[in-house]
């Protein structure tokens, strides 16, 4: 029986790498990375809980199967490890090696019909600049292109399945459904791109969803919420002006979460303002952003005037290395910061990209930051942040990046609240210093 089952194999693997060649095309490509970095003083006191320095390394395969221009099946696979880890997701086994962690990023059917692109299954979405959400989700992306400049995403995010919540009972299982449904047109007028979008999270019961009970509506205030219905309106713009381009994203939420408790219900409504620029000059690079996201002024009543994504997760956007969880070794961020979830937040940048020689960038940025609104110790700024990053390519796809950052704390930083009632002024200030080899292809 077992050579029988070999045959049957045999002769699968001859048909699979054999036939289908003729039907469609094999395309690989991915990505890899390994950092080694020190992250110290992030608590902004001596206390040492949130250094670390350590070595990982991230990998990600890319699958596609192209039937046609039209028609095409797209997998991303992602395998991460620290190394000396041990058996936990985050690692590849004892010793950081011979363990089993794949992870399936991506895998989506993307095909068009007439004038529609269908884009079904885990697939990735960048929304308002990540402000609203930029991450990968289990769902649907329906565009129409109504011409070369004019095309209208709509999009289902299917945040939790209730049927498979562990709700303690078998019954009214759909109510704890978690959706997010929105429209995301683009519309090209010369140089100008705008992008309205008009976005819709719901739920019946959001009590047993735990990542709602984690966001940021709970630590707003909204401790025992049921029914939510939130909206949220907005728009990007972009505008190209020569070697000059300017950016502006504006996003406002509003709606109503009903109390579980049955009490008095919670009002949403917040906001976000940011905006950038760009200019060119020869091998100079010349560029800046700020952006404001609202704070709650009272977390005891029940207006959440915070600017706060639908579900607390999806929203990913990475500004400075220590304050903002950068771009590069984005493992933390610094104590009393939103990280690369904006809210009761004002960061102001500048910054200057040079090359002296041909292969080799430096970016030097300078950030400010304060919080929106006081903390519970009256305190407000953050800190300003210096980014260094040197990036060479060594080949055409290998380069290696060095990166430096220092912060210079303020009091919302460096201040920490004990559960005793007491409040420890730190006078540490965090500092970040790395490097990157990275691998595209």
């Given at each position: 029986?077992?050579?029988?089952y ?23 490509g ?24 350590m ?10 199967a ?19 880890g ?10 950081g ?77 759909n ?14 007028l010369?140089?100008v ?6 976005a ?21 205030g ?20 020569g ?10 939420d ?29 091998d ?40 903002g ?7 933390d961020?610094?104590n009393?910061?939103?990280g ?8 102001v ?18 950030w ?6 006081d ?39 460096t ?25 595209s292809?």
């Amino acid at each position: 029986m077992k050579r029988l089952y070999v045959l049957l194999l045999t002769l699968f693997l001859v048909f699979v790498f054999s036939v289908p060649v003729f039907a469609f095309e094999n395309i690989f490509g991915g990505y890899w990375n390994t950092r080694a970095y020190t992250q110290r003083d992030f608590t902004g006191d001596d206390s040492e809980d949130m250094d670390i320095q350590m070595v990982d390394t991230q990998t990600r395969i890319f699958y596609t199967a192209k039937f046609s221009d039209d028609f095409k099946f797209i997998n991303k696979f992602e395998m991460d490890a620290i190394w000396g880890g041990n058996a936990a997701k985050s690692d590849y086994g004892d010793i950081g090696a011979d363990g089993v962690n794949v992870e399936i990023k991506n895998s989506y059917a993307d095909f068009t019909i007439d004038s529609f692109n269908y884009k079904l299954g885990v697939q990735n979405m960048k929304i308002n600049r990540g402000f609203l959400f930029s991450d990968d989700f289990a769902g649907a992306v329906i565009t129409y292109n109504v011409n070369k400049d004019i095309e209208i995403p709509f999009f289902w995010i299917k945040a939790r399945e209730g049927y498979s919540s562990n709700v303690g009972n078998n019954t009214h299982r759909n109510s704890y459904d978690v959706d997010i449904y929105g429209i995301y047109p683009k519309v090209k007028l010369g140089s100008v791109t705008l992008r309205p979008t008009l976005a819709w999270a719901t739920s019946k019961d959001a009590s047993w969803f735990g990542d709602t009970s984690n966001s940021g509506w709970r630590n707003q205030g909204a401790a025992d919420f049921d029914k939510f219905n939130t909206y949220y309106l907005g728009a990007d713009v972009d505008v190209k002006v020569g070697p000059a381009s300017v950016w502006f994203t504006g996003l406002y939420d509003f709606g109503t979460i009903e109390s579980l408790a049955g009490g008095e219900d919670y009002d949403a409504k917040g906001y976000l303002l940011a905006l950038g620029a760009k200019a060119d000059v020869n091998d100079v690079n010349l560029h800046g952003q700020t952006f404001y996201a609202a704070g709650d002024d009272d977390t005891a009543d029940r207006d959440i005037e915070a600017y706060l994504t639908p579900i607390g997760k999806g929203m990913t956007y990475k500004w400075a290395e220590i304050m903002g969880r950068g771009p590069i070794f984005d493992n933390d961020w610094s104590n009393g910061s939103p990280g690369d979830e904006p809210t009761n937040i004002l960061a102001v940048n500048m910054g200057v990209t040079v090359k002296p020689v041909k292969k080799l960038a430096v970016t030097a940025d300078l950030w400010w930051a304060q919080l929106a609104e006081d903390n519970p110790n009256g305190d407000k700024d953050l800190g300003t942040e210096i980014n260094l990053l040197a990036n060479y390519k060594i080949l055409d796809n290998l380069s290696l990046d060095v990166l430096a950052a220092y912060l210079f704390a303020g009091k919302a930083t460096t201040d920490w609240n004990y559960a005793d009632g007491l409040v420890k002024d730190g006078d540490k200030n965090p500092i970040e210093i790395g490097t990157q080899l990275e691998i595209s292809f």
